[in-house]
């Protein structure tokens, strides 16, 4: 194991190395920042005229707006393969290169701050999200009045001075987009995944994995008041059934949540109309490693639950149980016509999960299926030929350069129009590119 402690080691010169480490980080990011518009602009049209007469000789390849009125619009395929080497999805891509537009074009005084160096990248970027929904002269003046001190003042102060700069320029269109982002930023994820907790020795089998939910959203404060006031009571109801009498508040509020579901699920909720609440088995044939752990798979929570646990569920009134057999996902099913069959489907969905295209996100229901080698060239309707591509990735590996081919079952090395190589897992993406040129500067 490597030492904790060098002997020489002194307090001033690892806070220095914190020091100079931090500095260099900040220049890298505005690095990227620079190179973002630069890229933006090696890829863009001004106006959308010229954008339609493009295309017609693009395949699908579409300009967007990604800035405020007055940028120009950006490829979507040159977003797409910035993303990919930037290491995120297609969408948080667009969206970084969407504010590199925005500072160059719109923010001209802030991205002066961002070339002398004197102004942190994330800040700038935040200025940049601020301003994309003025007009370009409103979004002119605001960066004149925040453009000189932007570097020096507080995230919460900076907001408000663009916000009531804004609305002393244009304050119709300031109160119709204050109107606009309180409806545009509310949002709820619900998602789900494994957990192996610490158990303590002696506890009983099957405890030792939990099968559990994440939620995350932004209310409208009226029905964030509701909420509260209907889990705040349901967690203190819950006090008396047996199974939460000593259970901590915090874990009565996430049941309340659940009681919430289930009222509606069983249509109890102020007469509101539901749908009986189901509990999906899939039972795999290549789980033989959980024989006799007394667990089981989910395919709908990609996790690991208990045999009591899932007694727990199903007997829960108002739950319908729809147990659903699944092929082996190593079998190779083949069709002979075009179009995939559900079988084909299903196996496909639970076996990629995602999207298989580098650092996407969108889940594999949701995507086609991809003939690899293309069915009018041979290529077979058949497990090993189909891949899960969202529509927006399907259209790039169509026309727009980009290549892959199968290692293995849900394993893929893709190639970029540019050269760059990634490997997709069913864990995540790997950036495997060899260096293809030296750094760029960027800073001048």
Known sequence: MEALLDPDDTTSDLLAAVRT??????????????????????????????????????????MLPLAGSGAPLISEAA???????????????????????????????????ILDGSLLAWRARRIADLTRNLDADAAAWVDQQIGAHAHQVGTRQLERM??????LFEPDAAAAI???????????????????????TGAEQGQAVLALGYLDGVLDAADALDLEQAV??????????DDYATASLDVRRAAALG??????????????PGVARVVELVIHTDTRD??????????????????????QWATTPGTVIKPIIVVDLAEDIETAGYVPTARQRRQAELLHQKCSFPYCQARAEHCDLDHRRPYAQGGRTSSR??????????????????RYHRLRAGVYRWHSPHGYEYLVTPTGTIDISNDLAPPLTLAA
């Open 385 to 402: 030929n189909l891949t899960p591509l969202c529509r927006h990735h399907h259209r790039m590996k169509t026309h727009h350069g980009w």
């Open 290 to 311: 959980l024989a006799g752990t007394g667990l089981v798979r989910l395919a709908n929570t990609r996790g690991l639950a208990s045999i009591e646990r899932l007694e």
């Open 21 to 62: 480490s931090r500095a260099v980080a900040e220049q890298a990011d505005r690095d990227v920042l620079i190179a973002a518009a630069r890229f933006a602009a090696l890829h863009s049209v001004q106006d959308r005229e010229e954008s339609a007469r493009l295309d017609g000789d693009t395949f699908g390849d579409r």
């Open 232 to 241: 705040a009571a349901i967690a203190h109801g819950l006090l008396d059934q």
């Open 79 to 113: 977003a797409v393969e910035f993303a990919a080497v930037w290491g995120r999805s297609t969408q948080a891509g667009k969206k970084f290169l969407g504010d590199a537009v925005e500072l160059r074009y719109r923010l001209k005084h802030v991205w002066a701050r």
């Open 162 to 167: 663009i916000t009531q700069a804004a609305a």
């Open 259 to 272: 009681v919430l579901g289930r009222a509606y699920n069983s249509g109890s909720l102020d007469g509101v």
């Open 178 to 200: 204050a109107e606009h982002d309180a409806v545009e930023h509310r949002s709820v994820t619900i998602t789900t995944t494994e957990t192996t907790p610490f158990v303590a």
